[in-house]
Antibody
Framework: DVQLVDSGGGLVQPGGSLRLSCTASGFTFSSYAMSWVRQAPGKGLQWVATISGTLRDTFYADSVRGRFTISRDNSENTLFLQMNSLRVDDTAVYYC????????????WGQGTLVTVSS | SYVLNQPLSVSVAPGETARITCGGSKIGSKGVHWYQQKPGQAPVLVIYYTTDRPSGIPERLSGSISGDTATLTISRVEAGDEADYHCQVWDSNSYHWVFGGGTKLTVL
């Protein structure tokens, strides 16, 4: 079975940095694109970033481009999200998600990790 | 940027049929995916590519499309169906993944 375990969330001051991790198991990690999706308290889902399985391609939502960096270590089956220059409106639960073969749907999700940006 | 519109809430009595809509320009040309999210839990994919069900998802849940509107239909609604439902598409022009605002399904 596919398993995704998110970690690294916490409380950080505005302007600070945080690095999230997602450890994957139960599938051939390097064969799939992976994404981060976030959900602010009481709000809907918002796509954040996606990275291809080969690491060649990365894509970002306009709201995080230039501040966040998605990366992966295929030898360790781990996905990362480096978040810099954090803002109050980045406060959310962050989920890692496995992208389907068609580069369209999110077939499996981690349990999420809470990032709170506050002074 | 591409926008998906969902109603904030839908209410239905047990045993009835719930229909949750998702509107977007030329949505028929995109694969529409639906996620169920219960309080405090991660989303779960329940319909993909507009009409397909992942294994383990009951046949009571189905998807369809007409014009610029996709619909998630839940037949014979049960108390356990109470959740938020989110639609999503991939905009291949911009390589952006887009979600609707989500619909809260209340079982009366």
């Amino acid at each position: 079975d596919v398993q995704l375990v998110d970690s690294g969330g916490g409380l950080v001051q505005p302007g600070g940095s945080l690095r999230l991790s997602c450890t994957a198991s139960g599938f051939t990690f390097s064969s799939y694109a992976m994404s981060w999706v976030r959900q602010a308290p009481g709000k809907g889902l918002q796509w954040v970033a996606t990275i291809s399985g080969t690491l060649r391609d990365t894509f970002y939502a306009d709201s995080v481009r230039g501040r966040f960096t998605i990366s992966r270590d295929n030898s360790e089956n781990t996905l990362f999200l480096q978040m810099n220059s954090l803002r109050v409106d980045d406060t959310a639960v962050y989920y890692c998600a496995k992208v389907g073969n068609g580069w369209s749907e999110f077939g499996s999700w981690g349990q999420g990790t809470l990032v709170t940006v506050s002074s | 940027s591409y926008v998906l519109n969902q109603p904030l809430s839908v209410s239905v009595a047990p045993g009835e049929t719930a229909r949750i809509t998702c509107g977007g320009s030329k949505i028929g040309s995109k694969g529409v995916h639906w996620y169920q999210q219960k309080p405090g839990q991660a989303p779960v994919l329940v319909i993909y590519y507009t009409t397909d069900r992942p294994s383990g998802i009951p046949e009571r849940l189905s998807g369809s499309i007409s014009g610029d509107t996709a619909t998630l239909t839940i037949s014979r609604v049960e108390a356990g169906d109470e959740a938020d439902y989110h639609c999503q598409v991939w905009d291949s022009n911009s390589y952006h993944w887009v979600f609707g605002g989500g619909t809260k399904l209340t079982v009366l």
